[in-house]
């Protein structure tokens, strides 16, 4: 028997408060929950000193391209990269090699997860054959195999009818459709947002009616076809409000936002630095604003980090030809901790809420939402007082590909709990 008893704890009540409590992990399972628990012999016990106790985050977008690209993350370096970060339960996007396009590759894909994965690896299937097929996969056989939900994330599907299509073979099988909004008539080989910085460091802008336009065409066939269809990594003024009218038209449609959108333009960007160079790409100030108050009235549902490692060499390139993508697992609860909830843009119950339950609400998870007895351990312990700087050496990721080192945060991960095992916890320096 394995048990754990963490005292001096404080974890969100059903109102949203903060509230002292200790909390006992016995077989994977939490067994009580209440202050002043007492532990009995055969029990380790660890001193939280007043830290953040909460379930598992949740990120419904991250890349871990293994198989593939495992010079850039494997999915043993991704999972130990989300255990940093305080998350417990992933999805992880198909744009691998081979993609997890018919039900032999998705199964072995899972295969994969299960054995490698340090945190719960869940995976999307491919929408369509190597992402860009116009000929739908075979989605109820994926479902049947343990797809979480399809997406052909890095790629848009070009093809209305595909798209379409899609809808319906994922309305039939009851499972969410992710899409990546990009309309290739419209990038103009863009490498960043076109606006003031593209002109001013002379590189090519992708304007963002290369997202709303295709976003506008997929809400109109979510409509029709009944399909849960989900934004990802949503960017622009114009998409927040498509959103948020779709919404009132009672479309069944989810959003997710990326932090470094949240907290971060193209005003930003004062130089050629491949560590800005994302998909979609960091937007204006007038963007960054309509997605925080996106975030927080609820057209957003929810944050989710668009993890993607590339190789150090890869990234010193110019944002000319270098790959496009940032890291993100590790630093996301630190980042939005700091500059949404201290700073006073939204309480800690609200970003629990966009980074945990909204995630599991959407995609029909399995993981916990609260910290209640008889729930599995799933669990992460976050000290919201130190001021920690982030520093390449303390990834776990492959991938240090973050414009956000040097910056100062609360929040750090002290310990992360998957089924009562501790999976990451941080050392002394």
């Given at each position: 028997?394995?048990?754990?008893?963490?005292?001096?704890?404080?974890?969100?009540?059903?109102?949203?408060?903060?509230?002292?409590?200790?909390?006992?992990?016995?077989?994977?399972?939490?067994?009580?929950?209440?202050?002043?628990?007492?532990?009995?012999?055969?029990?380790?016990?660890?001193?939280?000193?007043?830290?953040?106790?909460?379930?598992?985050?949740?990120?419904?977008?991250?890349?871990?391209?293994?198989?593939?690209?495992?010079?850039?993350?494997?999915?043993?370096?991704?999972?130990?990269?989300?255990?940093?970060?305080?998350?417990?339960?992933?999805?992880?996007?198909?744009?691998?090699?081979?993609?997890?396009?018919?039900?032999?590759?998705?199964?072995?894909?899972?295969?994969?997860?299960?054995?490698?994965?340090?945190?719960?690896?869940?995976?999307?299937?491919?929408?369509?054959?190597?992402?860009?097929?116009?000929?739908?996969?075979?989605?109820?056989?994926?479902?049947?195999?343990?797809?979480?939900?399809?997406?052909?994330?890095?790629?848009?599907?070009?093809?209305?009818?595909?798209?379409?299509?899609?809808?319906?073979?994922?309305a039939a099988v009851d499972k969410p459709l992710a899409a990546h909004l990009e309309d290739n008539s419209l990038i103009?080989?863009?490498?960043?947002?076109?606006?003031?910085?593209?002109?001013?460091?002379?590189?090519a802008g992708i304007t963002g009616l290369a997202e709303s336009s295709q976003l506008a065409r997929d809400l109109v066939?979510?409509?029709?076809?009944?399909?849960?269809?989900?934004?990802?990594?949503?960017?622009?003024?114009?998409?927040?409000?498509?959103?948020?009218?779709?919404?009132?038209?009672?479309?069944?449609?989810?959003?997710?936002?990326?932090?470094h959108h949240l907290l971060l333009s193209d005003e930003d960007i004062v130089g050629d630095n491949a560590l800005f160079?994302?998909?979609?790409?960091?937007?204006?100030?007038?963007?960054?604003?309509?997605?925080?108050?996106?975030?927080?009235?609820?057209?957003?549902?929810?944050?989710?980090?668009?993890?993607?490692?590339?190789?150090?060499?890869?990234?010193?390139?110019?944002?000319?030809?270098?790959?496009?993508?940032?890291?993100?697992?590790?630093?996301?609860?630190?980042?939005?901790?700091?500059?949404?909830?201290?700073?006073?843009?939204?309480?800690?119950?609200?970003?629990?809420?966009?980074?945990?339950?909204?995630?599991?609400?959407?995609?029909?998870?399995?993981?916990?939402?609260?910290?209640?007895?008889?729930?599995?351990?799933?669990?992460?312990?976050?000290?919201?007082?130190?001021?920690?700087?982030?520093?390449?050496?303390?990834?776990?990721?492959?991938?240090?590909?973050?414009?956000?080192?040097?910056?100062?945060?609360?929040?750090?991960?002290?310990?992360?709990?998957?089924?009562?095992?501790?999976?990451?916890?941080?050392?002394?320096?």
């Amino acid at each position: 028997m394995m048990a754990e008893l963490i005292q001096n704890a404080q974890i969100l009540d059903t109102a949203g408060q903060l509230v002292d409590s200790d909390v006992l992990i016995e077989d994977g399972h939490i067994q009580a929950v209440g202050p002043h628990l007492h532990p009995v012999e055969g029990v380790s016990v660890i001193d939280a000193h007043g830290a953040f106790l909460t379930p598992g985050l949740v990120d419904v977008h991250v890349h871990f391209r293994d198989p593939g690209f495992t010079d850039k993350e494997t999915i043993r370096t991704g999972s130990q990269a989300a255990a940093h970060g305080g998350f417990t339960t992933v999805l992880a996007m198909p744009n691998l090699n081979p993609v997890p396009d018919t039900p032999e590759k998705l199964a072995a894909q899972i295969r994969l997860n299960q054995a490698e994965g340090v945190v719960n690896v869940l995976q999307y299937g491919a929408i369509s054959a190597n992402l860009t097929d116009k000929n739908v996969s075979d989605l109820e056989a994926m479902s049947a195999e343990g797809a979480v939900a399809f997406s052909n994330d890095g790629k848009g599907v070009q093809d209305a009818g595909t798209m379409y299509q899609a809808m319906l073979g994922a309305a039939a099988v009851d499972k969410p459709l992710a899409a990546h909004l990009e309309d290739n008539s419209l990038i103009n080989h863009g490498v960043i947002n076109e606006g003031v910085a593209s002109k001013r460091l002379g590189l090519a802008g992708i304007t963002g009616l290369a997202e709303s336009s295709q976003l506008a065409r997929d809400l109109v066939l979510a409509q029709t076809t009944g399909v849960h269809y989900h934004v990802a990594h949503i960017s622009t003024k114009e998409s927040v409000t498509l959103v948020r009218l779709a919404k009132e038209q009672g479309i069944k449609v989810t959003a997710e936002v990326s932090p470094h959108h949240l907290l971060l333009s193209d005003e930003d960007i004062v130089g050629d630095n491949a560590l800005f160079k994302m998909n979609p790409p960091l937007r204006s100030e007038a963007d960054r604003e309509a997605l925080v108050a996106g975030l927080l009235d609820g057209t957003i549902d929810m944050v989710a980090t668009d993890h993607a490692p590339h190789t150090a060499s890869e990234k010193a390139q110019s944002m000319q030809t270098a790959p496009f993508g940032i890291t993100g697992i590790e630093t996301s609860f630190q980042l939005l901790y700091t500059h949404l909830v201290k700073s006073g843009v939204m309480t800690l119950a609200t970003l629990i809420d966009r980074m945990l339950v909204r995630p599991i609400q959407a995609f029909g998870l399995a993981a916990p939402k609260q910290i209640q007895v008889g729930q599995v351990a799933d669990l992460a312990l976050f000290d919201l007082t130190d001021t920690t700087t982030i520093n390449f050496d303390d990834f776990a990721s492959k991938g240090k590909n973050s414009p956000f080192v040097g910056w100062q945060v609360n929040g750090s991960t002290l310990v992360t709990w998957v089924a009562g095992k501790r999976v990451y916890e941080r050392t002394a320096k």
